[in-house]
DNA sequence: CCTTAATATAAGACTTGACATATATATTAC
DNA sequence: GTAATATATATGTCAAGTCTTATATTAAGG
């Protein structure tokens, strides 16, 4: 349910209606939270069921009307609550690391191939971080004190460290099979 | 579809029936790829139904006959097929890292606790990591060449490297907490 | 002029995975 | 003696997430 606690965490920044959610999350957590636009809408209205949140319907004439939502005092307790609690532990799936267990199957070339293919993916994420503290500016300055964003930035670092560990490793399976250190039978 | 693929990928080294294969997931594959009992028993009727792999009843007196599944030729070329394809990049979903980025909203205190509740886990589960290679010696007489085994070693490899990144993260802020260095507004 | 993108919300259909429960017998532990 | 565990397979149900399509209007680009 971390959908429900990321939408009360945003809207714990300012009211949001789900239009403009959905571009959020595609800034700034979908690297580690994406969430779909239909399931932005459906918890939306979940959450307002539940007392979490309030709606209040903007009315416009040339655009079709905005539903803008207020998290209520309730959904500030909810939000604090499971804040403050130990996260269920994400199982971290990775089909990566099912062809890389079974990789033995292959011949040296196709593994090398692979582990590349890793390898440059792994590099244009790198890049791709590079360039994101820009793209949280954009709403470090409508919602985030510097306390906020530091924590933003935290996400963001995580992110890297974690990113260079797996290129390390990539790289480093690299040179093995090179070297021709990879057993043959 | 990565089940149908690491189950492929085991009955290619030998059969094995569904309770079998539960017991391979839980002591192998299980850190990156997760499997529930129920779910293996319905892609194997799955596989079997597509022509992937083909069962074999084996009568039991004392015990509960057993389903052996055995890999086909058309299993074998799904399996490389996939196997040399780019893998579906994988949301990698995080709980704690929408409480990290959305921490500024709790006190220092709270904060702290969390991060040094993180690393506490991130050090359990790297000791963790260091049983594991035990574990998997068991299926490595059975099944595994050294050629295969590498790539399992490997694949624990990577879950060490980014548990250490992560738990380097997790000090990083931990000392930044301490020294004050989170700003306070 | 026509097409595409942006603004805005929502429902339908589907897949994957998670959890509980059912069934049946033999062995092991207390 | 009784309860729990191991062996072995299978169904029911639910939650979460993905993908597609529907609706309606305006502005911008080619």
Redesign the pocket.
């Known amino acids: 349910?971390?959908?429900?606690h990321a939408i009360l965490g945003f809207l714990n920044y300012q009211p949001f209606?789900?239009?403009?959610?959905?571009?959020i999350f595609d800034t700034t957590v979908r690297h580690f939270?994406?969430?779909?636009?239909?399931?932005i809408?459906?918890?939306?209205?979940r959450l307002a069921g539940q007392g979490c949140i309030r709606m209040e319907k903007i009315e416009?004439?040339?655009?079709?009307?905005?539903?803008?939502y207020h998290i209520t005092e309730a959904g500030r307790r909810e939000l604090v609550g499971w804040m403050t609690t130990a996260p269920p532990n994400d199982?971290a799936?990775s089909a990566a690391l099912v062809q890389v267990f079974f990789a033995g199957q292959l011949t040296d070339k196709q593994i090398l191939a692979k582990f590349e293919e890793f390898a440059f993916m792994m590099r244009g994420i790198l890049k791709l971080y590079d360039d994101l503290p820009e793209k949280l500016d954009e709403y470090a300055q409508v919602v985030g004190s510097p306390r906020e964003t530091f924590f933003w930035r935290s996400t963001l670092d995580l992110g890297k460290r974690t990113m260079r560990a797996n290129l390390e490793w990539a790289e480093h399976i690299i040179a093995q099979i090179k070297k021709g250190q990879v057993p043959r039978k």
Chains 1, 2 share one sequence.
């Open positions: 349910m971390s959908l429900d209606s789900g239009y403009d959610l959905k571009k939270w994406p969430a779909d636009q239909s399931q809408y459906r918890t939306l209205g416009q004439t040339s655009r079709p009307d905005r539903k803008v199982p799936r």
